[in-house]
């Protein structure tokens, strides 16, 4: 079984600084890693993806996270943050194949102060 | 082009009672799957369904959790006999079924309060 763990449940941080939310996952198999983010009473949008290939992955809006297989870590990250950044952002595993569910992490709300 | 959608976005009913949520896929995507989105418990699966396969109705919480997917299209997750409990954001998210990839869309969610 897959499992997801968002290790800060809530990140605040001025604009323009640098963030970093983090993702660790478990699975005894190789997996799909997404990153979606969730703007208030909105759905999910996806912001990046990991499925092969090159570790350092780049989304919308400025995201990039980094996959480190031996850490098993999928962390996110922005060199300088906006106020229209502040959302709700899960981390999510699957198996590696189309049409399969995703497993969430909780979530890590991301404030960002003026 | 358009994206999921879900309808009601909000809908309250009393404990007991029955409720039908649905959602409209992205035209094309032959996989569908169902989330439930709550305080206590964060974003978790209640079902697929992916072309003419047999659904996967792993996640259902209880047997008062039901849905179908008519034509290969719009989905109804129902709900029977209504529990505070089940007060959630429903999501439902579809895909357009790539062996090597697994990006789903979600819709807006439905929101559904049980007095």
């Known amino acids: 079984a897959q499992s997801v763990t968002q290790l800060d449940s809530q990140v605040p941080v001025f604009e323009e600084a640098p963030v970093e939310l983090r993702c660790n996952y478990s699975?005894?198999?190789?997996?799909?890693l997404f990153w979606y983010v969730q703007y208030p009473n909105q759905g999910l949008q996806l912001l990046l993806k990991?499925?092969?290939?090159?570790?350092l992955v780049k989304g919308i809006n400025g995201f990039e996270a980094e996959f480190n297989k031996s850490q098993t870590s999928f962390h996110l990250r922005k060199p300088s943050v906006h106020i229209s950044d502040t959302a709700e952002y899960f981390c999510?595993?699957?198996?590696?194949?189309?049409?399969?569910?995703?497993?969430f992490g909780k979530g890590t709300r991301l404030s960002v102060i003026a | 082009g358009a994206g999921v959608s879900q309808s009601p976005s909000n809908k309250v009913t009393e404990k007991g009672k029955d409720v039908e949520l649905r959602c409209d896929p992205i035209?094309?995507?032959?996989?569908l799957y169902w989330y439930r989105q709550s305080l206590g418990q964060g974003l978790e699966f209640l079902i697929y369904?992916?072309?003419?396969?047999?659904?996967?109705k792993s996640g259902l919480p209880s047997d008062r959790f039901s849905a179908e997917r008519t034509g290969g299209s719009v989905s109804t997750l129902t709900i029977q006999r209504t529990q505070q409990e089940d007060s959630a954001v429903y999501l439902c998210?579809?895909?357009?079924?790539?062996?090597?990839?697994?990006?789903?869309?979600f819709g807006p969610g439905t929101r559904l309060t049980v007095l």
């Open positions: 999510a595993v699957s198996a590696p194949s189309g049409n399969t569910p995703l497993v």
């Open positions: 699975s005894s198999v190789s997996v799909y």
């Open positions: 035209s094309g995507h032959t996989a």
């Open positions: 990991y499925l092969s290939g090159s570790t």
């Open positions: 998210a579809s895909s357009p079924g790539l062996a090597r990839s697994n990006e789903q869309f």
């Open positions: 369904f992916q072309g003419n396969s047999a659904p996967d």
